[in-house]
């Protein structure tokens, strides 16, 4: 069956503009994950959502970092006012449900590059 | 807030070898694993341990949660070129943070034939 997929692949854009990246998870998965992984480095976790709720948004850096599920499938992670400091690879993940026991299966990512 | 510190940050080993690879917490977890990252994917997980003192093997890998809970290590038996990628330990936490994975810095694994 179909993994998680990302879009766009590789997204590059200038200082101060607006980007959404697009994540659409494994059908049937009610939880779903955003993670930052920046060069030389493990992921670091953003955003978990359980259905259409944002359970735990306690790895967003700062207000210009937002993202929605609005009809528990397909999330969009927003940032404004986009930094040089933002580049990185963003790796959306999901899962059956929430919690420890669930494997997170990821795509494979968006590289942000803000010049 | 949590910190996974991985060891060693790369390897180069000849086809063959076996591996080892730890990975140690400050913060006790309630589950271990460990993913294989390839150039321009996502991470795969590869184990994961649900129980202090578990080990556990999944074809020529082998890992262990140690008795603490701030640890973990990762064997690789008789490498294979495939084997090269980023390796990385992520720990999960109970609780109200139970959903996220906290994950090591990585290593880098090279294998020559």
């Known amino acids: 069956g179909a993994g998680v997929s990302q879009t766009p692949s590789n997204k590059v854009t200038e200082k101060g503009k607006y980007v959404e990246l697009r994540c659409d998870p494994i059908s049937g998965h009610t939880a779903l994950y955003w993670y930052r992984q920046s060069l030389g480095q493990g992921p670091e976790f953003l955003i978990y959502f359980q259905g259409t709720g944002a359970a735990d948004d306690s790895g967003l850096p700062n207000d210009r970092f937002f993202a929605v599920r609005p009809e528990g499938s397909v999330s969009t992670l927003k940032i404004q006012r986009t930094e040089r400091g933002d580049s990185a690879v963003y790796l959306c993940?999901?899962?059956?449900?929430?919690?420890?026991?669930?494997?997170?299966?990821f795509g494979p990512g968006t590289r942000l590059t803000v010049l | 807030g949590q910190q996974l510190n991985q060891s060693p940050q790369s390897m180069f080993i000849q086809e063959g070898e076996d591996v080892s690879m730890n990975c140690t917490s400050s913060?006790?977890?309630?589950?271990w694993l460990w993913y294989k990252q390839d150039p321009g994917e996502g991470p795969v997980l590869l184990i994961a341990l649900y129980k202090a003192g578990e080990l556990t093997s999944n074809g020529r890998l082998t890992a262990q949660f140690g008795i603490t809970r701030k640890d973990s290590f990762l064997n690789i038996s008789a490498s294979i070129p495939s084997d090269v990628g980023i390796y990385f330990c992520?720990?999960?936490?109970?609780?109200?943070?139970?959903?996220?994975?906290?994950f090591g810095q990585g290593t880098i694994l090279t294998v020559h034939p």
């Open positions: 993940a999901s899962s059956f449900s929430g919690g420890s026991g669930n494997e997170q299966f």
């Open positions: 992520a720990g999960q936490s109970g609780g109200t943070s139970y959903g996220k994975l906290t």
């Open positions: 913060s006790i977890f309630n589950t």
